[in-house]
């Protein structure tokens, strides 16, 4: 078997959105004077497409989300010679080839994201080759159910943000998380306004549920290091990219500082990243996202560092390329999962752009044993929706 083909695709989000609010979440772009949403440059309306074909008429199915229109470049012009010709089964040395032959410009960002696409396709393109779901190829069930956590809760007016926590507990959730609207440029009110949104939450879900805190690298060091002290007594399972992503020292001084953990990687990439992340301690919760960072082939590696310095592995925004390497590692003890509702930041678009995801029920997830490769295809229903670029 070779590969014969790779299509890519930009699938652009043209339907319904949920329009931009205040504060809605704290980001980078907070320590700047700016006006408008400073979460635009954040929101991903935008997917691609990775569709590897074989000469025996399989197809392997992978996507990226970071600058599509560029990954899709990218993809097409250095990419794709580089596996046409080629067996999948050789992932190991395809990768290698990617990676090596874009090493001067693709070590980090969309260059490793557009090669996280094609070895997603190669990962599904194997699981369907031998009938085997692609979990089963990664060491198979290591856990009888996945345990996952409601993800969204970004920061509205605190009655709303209890009635959607008690949603979750409602559907059986005991794990959620929720984001922070104010950082360092909205003063001693704003973090009174972090901390009453803290509370508000616990309120309403008591003690024995985990509650995460997120930040999207809104914060500072100084202001972190403020805040960690005021958030203890609330008892979050972690605090979430508090600072910029290549303050890598930061990190490493609020995990020492805190006894909260300090969670991060979703804007990390390859295993040498998280080497040193690892290295450094500079978190206790590593967050990759198998679809920016390099896909399967390298997030397996960086489970098996992540094992040997007792580190968890909780992959960011669910979807299926995360939910296999989970279900088939004890290096993740369980996943995130975003709840389907209207396209707000953009990672709701992987339900109107792909089918099979699993629902879950009472706070867990299942993958089926007997679905061949990742178990998605593309959701033709909602391409009317879409504005798509071949």
Known sequence: MKISNVRTRVFEWKGH???PTPHFCSNAMDELWDRGDS???FRFHGWTTVEIET???????GNVALAPRIAKAIIDQYLAPLVIGQDPFDYEYLWQRMYRATHAWGRKGIGMAAISGVDIAIWDLMGKAVGQPVFKLLGGRTKERIPCYASKLYRTDLKSMQEEAQSYLDQGFTAMKMRFGYGPKDGPAGMRANLDSVAAVREVIGEDVDLMLECYMGWNLEYAKRM???????QPRWLEEPVLADDIDGYAELNRLTSIPISGGEHEFTHYGFRQLLEKRAVSV?????NRVG??????????????????VIPHAGQMHNYHLTMSTLASPMAEFFPVHDVEIGNELFYYLFEGDPEPANGFLDLDDETPGLGLSLNEGYFDQFHIIE
């Open 17 to 19: 959105t949920v329009p």
């Open 286 to 290: 590593v967050q990759y996202d198998t």
């Open 39 to 41: 979460m635009g440059t």
């Open 55 to 61: 000469d025996t008429g399989l197809v392997g199915l």
């Open 295 to 312: 896909g399967i082939t390298a997030a397996r590696k960086i489970n098996a560092i992540a094992e040997s310095f007792s580190v968890p």
């Open 228 to 234: 960690l002290p005021r958030l203890e007594r609330y």
